[in-house]
T-cell receptor, first 113, second 114 residues
Framework: AQSVTQLDSQVPVFEEAPVELRCNYS??????LFWYVQYPNQGLQLLLK??????LVKGINGFEAEFNKSQTSFHLRKPSVHISDTAEYFC???????????FGQGTRLTINP | NAGVTQTPKFQVLKTGQSMTLQCAQD?????MYWYRQDPGMGLRLIYY???????DKGEVPNGYNVSRLNKREFSLRLESAAPSQTSVYFC?????????????FGPGTRLTVL
């Protein structure tokens, strides 16, 4: 069975600083990888996804993620964060051909002025 | 175009009471899902419906039942609520139910069981 580990439960950063949110997955078969963002008191929305092709994926709001098959990682990055990026971020994985999406525990990103 | 809507937004129940959480979508999506979100545990799948007329158990189905009433609506029922079911519940949909699909989430229902 597949699993997802988000290594940091909370990440505080200063405004305009770079940030990396870490995600590692475990699966014996090929997977698709997703990052979702949850703003306070809202549902989740897709930030970006990796299906195939280029390992560097760009998403909304200036975020990008890099798929690393050898390290089974899909870390999320942004070169310069804004106060509006304060949210919880979830990494998720789905096995090819499967219905179920498996989520990590979430990382709470807090931006300090 | 409302997307995915959930009712109610908030609910407080006493142990043993029953209730139904409603989810509706106007995107003509085939697949629908119910998740619960608990601190430090991410989202866990309760039940899903790949298409109208079918439902399947997810990771944490015990204590819940579901009904896919039609293509638009997917309800989640708690027959006898327990404090362990205190959580935020999210409904989600996907267009085709294939593994590359993006999931579209509703705003959530915050349930407290006393």
């Amino acid at each position: 069975a597949q699993s997802v580990t988000q290594l940091d439960s909370q990440v505080p950063v200063f405004e305009e600083a770079p940030v990396e949110l870490r995600c590692n997955y475990s699966s014996s078969v090929s997977v698709y990888l997703f990052w979702y963002v949850q703003y306070p008191n809202q549902g989740l929305q897709l930030l970006l996804k990796y299906l195939s092709g280029s390992t560097l994926v760009k998403g909304i709001n200036g975020f990008e993620a890099e798929f690393n098959k050898s390290q089974t990682s899909f870390h999320l990055r942004k070169p310069s964060v804004h106060i509006s990026d304060t949210a919880e971020y979830f990494c998720a994985v789905r096995v090819q051909g499967a219905q179920k999406l498996v989520f990590g525990q979430g990382t709470r990103l807090t931006i300090n002025p | 175009n409302a997307g995915v809507t959930q009712t109610p937004k908030f609910q407080v129940l006493k142990t043993g009471q029953s209730m139904t959480l409603q989810c509706a979508q106007d995107m003509n999506h085939n697949s629908m899902y119910w998740y619960r979100q608990d601190p430090g545990m991410g989202l866990r799948l309760i039940y899903y419906s790949a298409s109208e007329g079918t439902t399947d158990k997810g990771e944490v189905p015990n204590g819940y039942n579901v009904s896919r009433l039609n293509k638009r609506e997917f309800s989640l029922r708690l027959e006898s609520a327990a404090p362990s079911q205190t959580s935020v519940y999210f409904c989600a949909t996907t267009p085709e139910g294939v593994s590359t699909d993006t999931q579209y989430f509703g705003p959530g229902t915050r349930l407290t069981v006393l």
